[in-house]
């Protein structure tokens, strides 16, 4: 199946600090990436869907200006978190989507994610 | 706005055991309803269901949908440790293919 990366897997920063979270296809070309959002013993929740080259479309509830999110590339989608707050500390993960993949069927390939703590 | 409910939110089992995992659905735009699995990181897929009462089997998992009830049932039957991770259904909705998920059900399985 295709792969799908994050980088960092694990990042620990100061309250005030922006953090890059990066969400590479490594074997498959993405036209669509997706971000999430995972609070403990919770469910995924969908924070944003990312086209490659253009902006990317929030959730409701989801500050697009706190959580700035690239798709320069069709196998690169980044995830920056602007002046974290202790609040923000979650679990993040990506998934990206390829219709050439498809099969009649447009699977998402989920990352591993990013734990992310604001101290 | 689009809801997945997941019961139960937990169950703890015997190995051997059968289990029934529930899933029900209110959404516009309906396209698919997935399974998946997750332990410690990302959820793997199990499952795509498109078409009522088509039972998709995978070994000791088959699953079903109803799309006129809403719901789906994911069977786990003769149940082993390994089974123990947390079930996630979710919901394929609109021309974004946008997933909404429900609030999983996490099983442990114990010796």
């Known amino acids: 199946g295709a792969v799908v990366s994050q980088h960092p897997s694990r990042v620990i920063c100061k309250s005030g600090t922006s953090v890059k979270i990066e969400c590479r296809s490594l074997d498959f070309q993405a036209t669509t990436m997706f971000w999430y959002r995972q609070f403990p013993k919770q469910s995924l929740m969908l924070m944003a869907t990312s086209n490659e080259g253009s902006k990317a479309t929030y959730e409701q509830g989801v500050e697009k200006d706190k959580f700035l999110i690239n798709h320069a590339s069709l196998t690169l989608s980044t995830l920056t978190v602007t002046s974290a707050h202790p609040e923000d500390s979650s679990f993040y993960i990506c998934s990206a989507r390829s219709h050439v993949l498809a099969g009649g069927y447009n699977e998402q390939f989920f990352g591993p994610g990013t734990r992310l703590t604001v101290l | 706005e689009d809801k997945v409910v997941q019961s139960p939110l937990s169950l703890v089992v015997h190995e051997g055991d059968t289990v029934t995992l529930n899933c029900s659905y209110e959404?516009?735009?309906?396209?698919?309803l997935l399974w998946y699995k997750q332990e410690k990181k990302a959820p793997t897929f199990l499952f795509m269901l498109?078409?009522?009462?088509i039972e998709k089997k995978s070994g000791r998992l088959s699953s079903i949908l109803d799309k006129k009830e809403l719901f789906s049932i994911l069977n786990i039957t003769a149940t082993q440790t390994g089974d123990s991770a947390v079930y996630l259904c979710a919901v394929e909705t609109g021309t974004a293919s946008k997933l909404t998920f429900g609030t999983g059900t996490r099983l442990q399985v114990t010796l």
């Open positions: 498109t078409s009522s009462g």
């Open positions: 959404v516009t735009n309906f396209r698919s």
